[in-house]
């Protein structure tokens, strides 16, 4: 069987976040090729050719002195181009890749590039095959999605700086509407008439995207404009994350003023309920057993809160979770669904909507709902599942007992308002949906008498 002929082309293919500017990728490339010997035969936007002559020597290749007696093939003196190009992929990256012939001074030239990418941004991942006959060893990809993260806060903060321009006519609009929404709805008028000070600003939030893309649009130049292409799906999430942070806390005491009978209703029966013990209290909501990993007595008397609610607000976080430790255990025992009841407590902000944004306070809430059903897998060796309403509720009903928030009201109906009416009959609705059953049915369902009688 004959030899398979081996590639002529060495490459190197990295991909950068779309805040690393171009300009240094392409002169990080052309100071090292400079470093070699090579001149820029070529270079525009995200574009550079560089030549190099190549006598054969590979001590020229690497800046190093020729010895006296060293001689080089007559025969071997040739040109050699190499090429870098930048240019943002379809998965919202700035793709870089240098290629040229498989010789010396290229892959000199690519070990010798490394370093200098490497210090342009923090996270950068690997693409495409390693240069033929280099020994370099590629990072991996980040397999957690930070780089997604990262573009939305790019982008955020690309139209962050347009809609706060007040040279800019976007800017002046923007800052039109802040300082009018502010007057109209200051000292808490706007209690009375929710939920329209939440559709103003979604409004707005929906109107507002149309005119920034005409305007960036036409603005655009040349390579930016292929950036512009990818963050112009995420501008309406970033014009509700500036408006929100403009205006959220002015909307948030509203709701907090308007909901707050409800709101202290709950609390008074949350605070009797926080004091019973873990396994009592599951069995009083309707907890199935299997949910809780097989809990005994013995378990369940160890795990027993016996603290009110004054006395938990004092404590520290650190003296709340070791008073949840079972006594004489140096194995700290967390509460079942714990993780659930935590992603419930960083609802809690006394100045500010949730999480910055509705949008981002519903995705929490979808997060808390995953990590009940990963739980109740986890408790059931993978065997059941919160399919039905019946399972859901009561688990979701103790993870919100033992949370910290204590205004489900407001937060409830707050994220009620900002849904479409056909986000009200997907994910997000049935999430906050849930969280409107359960507090209605502590504040105003649950009978504590006729509990307290049976447990």
């Not at 525009?44 to 020229?60: L, M, T």
């Not at 910055?356 to 995705?363: E, K, N």
Request: proline share 7%; hydrophobic share 40%.
């Amino acid at each position: 069987m004959s030899e398979q002929p081996r590639s002529t082309a060495a490459e190197l293919r990295r991909s950068f976040p779309l805040e690393v500017d171009t300009d240094e990728i392409l002169n990080a490339f052309t100071d090292t090729a400079k470093g070699l010997g090579c001149r820029v035969r070529r270079a525009c936007p995200g574009f550079v050719a560089v030549i190099r002559e190549d006598k054969g020597s590979i001590f020229g290749c690497l800046g190093l002195r020729t010895p006296w007696n060293f001689k080089p093939p007559p025969d071997r003196s040739e040109a050699t181009a190499i090429t870098c190009t930048v240019d943002v992929s379809p998965d919202g990256y700035k793709a870089m890749c240098i290629s040229g012939p498989s010789r010396t001074v290229t892959l000199s030239l690519i070990e010798l590039v490394e370093p200098r990418l490497r210090q342009l941004n923090h996270h950068w991942v690997s693409r495409g095959p390693q240069a033929v006959g280099s020994e370099l060893k590629w990072e991996q990809s980040d397999p957690c999605g930070a780089e997604a993260s990262k573009l939305d806060n790019a982008a955020y903060y690309y139209f962050f700086k347009l809609l706060s321009n007040p040279e800019d006519p976007i800017g002046q609009q923007v800052d039109q509407f802040v300082t009018e929404f502010l007057a109209k709805y200051g000292d808490r008028s706007g209690v009375a008439v929710l939920p329209a000070p939440m559709n103003e600003i979604l409004h707005m939030a929906e109107q507002l995207p149309g005119v920034i893309e005409a305007s960036v649009r036409s603005a655009a130049r040349g390579p930016g404009s292929q950036v512009i292409q990818d963050i112009l799906p995420r501008c309406k999430v970033s014009v509700e994350r500036f408006l929100f942070s403009k205006l959220g806390a002015r909307v948030w005491s509203c709701y907090r003023s308007r909901y707050s009978a409800e709101d202290e209703a709950y609390v008074h029966k949350v605070r009797q309920l926080r004091q019973w013990p873990a396994e009592v209290l599951m069995r009083a909501l309707g907890v199935d057993p299997c949910f809780v990993g097989g809990m005994d007595a013995q378990k369940s008397a160890l795990l027993a809160e016996s603290t009110a609610a004054s006395t938990r607000d004092a404590c520290s976080p650190r003296e709340e979770e070791e008073r949840q430790a079972p006594p004489g255990d140096d194995t700290k025992r967390p509460m079942p669904f714990a993780r659930a009841s935590a992603g419930l407590t960083q609802f809690v902000s006394s100045s500010a909507v949730p999480h910055d944004c509705p949008r981002r306070a519903c995705h929490q809430l979808l997060g808390v709902l995953t990590e009940l059903q990963t739980a109740a897998l986890e408790a059931t060796g993978g065997q059941r599942e919160l399919t039905t309403m019946d399972d859901k509720l009561p688990v979701f009903l103790f993870a919100l007992v033992h949370s910290e928030l204590d205004y489900p009201f407001a937060v409830w109906h707050l994220l009620l308002d900002s849904l479409s009416a056909d986000q009200r009959m997907e994910t997000e609705g049935r999430a906050v949906t849930l969280l409107e059953i359960a507090s209605k049915y502590l504040a105003f369902e649950l009978d504590m008498d006729h509990l307290m009688s049976q447990w």
